[in-house]
């Protein structure tokens, strides 16, 4: 008796991965100088083909290097900016506004600077229409960044409405004349970077470098 024997055979099939699905210009230079390497003597590659294969290299390279360029541009306008930041310590600096804001139920402080001794003089909160609401009287103290707390109420202690509302101020230091200053305007006294970004002490609170809209000597 003859037993037929069946051999099967299995075949495993193996899908192929690229790891570099994108080439670079170094893949690229690689695979121009493998194919001239290899091509047939007699039949040589078209003169043709290399030319845009060596275009098509040299504008890979050209945006490369314009890559690195942008790049070390950039790096280098942030340094520049950080610079003049730092040289701004010591000059004045101005927020573009000398409003603060009222808001519902709120007690808003905010901060003066007094280039000169205060002998006598007020803070003077006014409205949209120019008229005083609230008057702060000032006592004798030295020159600097003077912090107040305003409770939303006027002369008369009724509540105002919510709003924008100017803040300035009168006085004289009894001997040289009389001054004024208005909110916003702050020597700069220091500089701080925020995840790289520069941010100026104006008064007793630092701003963005953005919200600083002027600064002079």
């Known amino acids: 008796m003859t037993t037929a024997i069946n051999n099967t055979s299995q075949t495993t099939t193996t899908k192929a991965v690229n790891p570099k699905s994108i080439?670079?210009?170094?893949?690229?230079?690689?695979?121009?100088?493998?194919?001239?390497?290899?091509?047939?003597?007699t039949n040589p590659m078209d003169s043709g083909k290399i030319l845009t294969q060596t275009s098509q290299l040299a504008?890979?390279?050209?945006?490369n290097n314009t890559n690195k360029t942008m790049a070390s541009l950039v790096s280098q306008m942030k340094s520049s900016s950080n610079l003049n930041a730092v040289a701004a310590i010591g000059k004045m600096g101005s927020l573009g506004t000398d409003t603060i804001?009222?808001?519902?139920d709120t007690t808003p402080s905010f901060d003066l600077y007094f280039k000169h001794n205060i002998k006598s003089g007020t803070?003077?909160?006014?409205?949209s229409q120019g008229n005083t609401i609230k008057t702060f009287i000032l006592k004798p103290q030295n020159s600097g960044v003077l912090t107040f707390k305003w409770d939303g109420t006027d002369n008369s202690g009724n509540k105002v409405s919510p709003g924008s509302y100017k803040v300035s101020s009168n006085y004289s230091d009894g001997?040289?004349?009389?001054?004024?200053?208005?909110y916003g305007l702050y020597p700069i006294s220091a500089v701080k970077f925020v995840s790289g970004k520069a941010e100026l002490k104006l008064g007793n609170n630092y701003y963005p470098?953005?919200?600083?809209?002027?600064?002079?000597?």
């Not at 001997?175 to 208005?182: D, K, M, R, V």
């Open 209 to 217: 470098l953005s919200n600083v809209k002027e600064i002079y000597n």
């Open 175 to 182: 001997s040289t004349g009389s001054f004024s200053t208005t």
């Open 101 to 104: 804001t009222l808001l519902k």
């Open 59 to 63: 504008t890979l390279e050209s945006a």
């Open 123 to 127: 803070v003077n909160i006014t409205n």
């Open 23 to 41: 080439l670079g210009k170094d893949d690229f230079l690689k695979l121009l100088l493998t194919e001239l390497e290899h091509q047939d003597p």
